[in-house]
């Protein structure tokens, strides 16, 4: 790569002249467009936040993406960082003054549709002598032949202090239950300053178990049945230092894991730490060791891309833990004309405990197609018809889903519905498991009548 360092009072009017100078850089050949048509190339750059003076580099990515276009390029106007930021590009990327034109990257390769997409890796750092708060920016064009340039801008801004960044970001495929897992836990101060003392806070779904540490408390949120675990970790946590915990945390895959799991963690400075966690009550644990992160190898010289979160994650996937969920049918007695009430639905009866806490949806759900004769004449909460006059031959039918993310083993969700006998009867409804994460373990139950007469 090569160094950009930027005189202070460039006129930004140079941005103009790159793209007359990219003409001559060498580009991955585009699919052929239509003939008359130029195709298309567009840039897109995010806002950037980097340490002051002794902090790594922070490493950028612009997405060039083009399809049809003949030499795609995109030029940088660097003006905009003068007294703020440094800038270092890759080697084919062509640099004069405060201008730097980059082609479509080498590896880049065009996708089954035509579209070429590559990334423009930038390592930024602050200048000398740039403060806490100081803001810049870097123009871009998207460019090609024939093609109108396109200009946009991202901030660059300059932060004090120590930033602790997460470097956990695994997905391995789902233990089987009663295995152990290493949850590792791994940061690197990306700020300027060293970090004194962290705070790491974790959370593990239902089903993982940690180990137990000195230095840490841990309590379950009572929405989505996970334990969560708040660590007191001392310690000089120095500028580019890579840090983990050695072997990671030992988690247990209990019977009620099941699906997706995770382990989230977040790291932060102990003095600047956020509220702990709300409706959690937290209690420390009679444990023989401490958690504690080692550093580890020498001090990075730039973070790479992505690295920039204090957030991390382990994904386990498809954990294939054993459970069964019912299905609650009902009987009722009355005479044409009544209106009678059932109360139909679904129970957990574990071990493994349904939960939607990863994707967001819903844990559990039913539906219920009322006996024949019978007209349904309220609308339960949760609840919504489908099939009906509209589908000629179909019975309407209900699909209710339970309200939350987990259901619990030992959890009952019913709903009631008031039903008219209209009349003839005999023919009995329905009450059926809609199977998640996959159909359970006793599939024999996931029916059950419902009846009236």
């Known amino acids: 790569m090569g160094s950009v360092r930027l005189p202070r009072g460039w006129a930004a009017r140079l941005g103009a002249v790159a793209l007359v ?39 950028a990515e612009l997405n060039l993406s083009s399809t049809g276009a003949t030499n795609p390029r995109v030029s940088f106007d660097l003006t905009g960082l003068a007294g703020v930021a440094t800038v270092t590009f890759p080697s084919w990327c062509v640099t004069s003054a405060t201008l ?7 590896a880049a390769t065009p996708d089954e549709w035509g579209t070429v997409e590559g990334k423009v890796p930038m390592v930024l750092r602050a200048a000398p002598g740039a403060a806490d708060g100081a803001t810049g920016t870097i123009g871009y064009t998207a460019a090609a032949d024939q ?47 060293a970090a004194e003392d962290l705070r790491l806070t974790l959370r593990f779904s239902v089903g993982l178990v940690p180990a137990s540490y000195r230095n840490c408390r ?55 730490a956020g509220p702990l966690p709300a409706g959690v009550t937290l209690t420390g644990r009679e444990a ?53 009430r059932v109360q139909v639905g679904i129970r957990n009866d574990g071990p493994g405990v349904p939960d939607d806490s990863v994707s967001g949806g819903g844990a559990a759900s039913f539906r219920f197609v009322p006996p024949a004769g019978t ?17 000629e031959g179909a019975p309407a039918s209900w699909y209710c889903a339970k309200p939350g993310l987990i259901f619990a083993a030992g959890e009952t969700f019913t709903v009631p519905f008031d039903l008219r006998i209209d009349g003839p009867v005999g023919a009995a409804g329905e009450v ?15 029916v059950a009548a419902v009846t009236v007469g």
Do not use: H
């Open 21 to 59: 100078a990219a003409t001559a850089v060498a580009t991955v050949a585009a699919p052929a467009a239509a003939e008359g048509d130029p195709g298309w190339v567009n840039a897109w750059l995010g806002e950037t936040t980097i340490g002051t003076a002794g902090a790594p580099g922070r490493t």
């Open 375 to 391: 007209t349904v004449t309220n609308r339960p909460a949760g609840c919504s018809p489908s099939g009906g006059e509209e589908e």
């Open 100 to 106: 730097v034109t980059c082609p479509m990257p080498p």
């Open 288 to 340: 023989d060791r401490r958690l504690r992160l080692r550093a580890v190898g020498e001090p990075v010289d730039a973070l790479t891309a992505g690295q920039d979160s204090a957030w991390g994650q382990y994904y386990l996937r498809d954990i294939r833990g054993a459970f069964d969920v019912v299905s609650l049918g009902a009987a009722a007695t009355g005479a044409v004309g009544d209106t009678v």
């Open 218 to 272: 841990y309590g379950t949120d009572p929405m989505l049945l996970t334990t969560v675990m708040v660590c007191t970790v001392r310690g000089s946590f120095a500028p580019g230092q890579r840090y983990k915990l050695r072997g990671g945390i030992p988690t247990t895959v209990t019977p009620a894991a099941l699906g997706n799991k995770r382990a989230t963690q977040f790291v932060e400075p102990l003095a600047t």
């Open 432 to 446: 059926r498991v809609n199977p998640y994460p996959r159909t359970d373990d006793a599939p024999a139950n996931d």
């Open 147 to 193: 093609v109108e340039p396109e200009t946009e801008q991202a901030a660059v801004t300059v932060a004090a202090g120590p930033a602790p960044i997460n470097l956990v970001d695994a997905y391995v495929p789902g233990p089987a239950v009663g295995d152990t897992v290493n949850v590792p836990v791994a940061v690197v101060n990306g700020g300027g300053q």
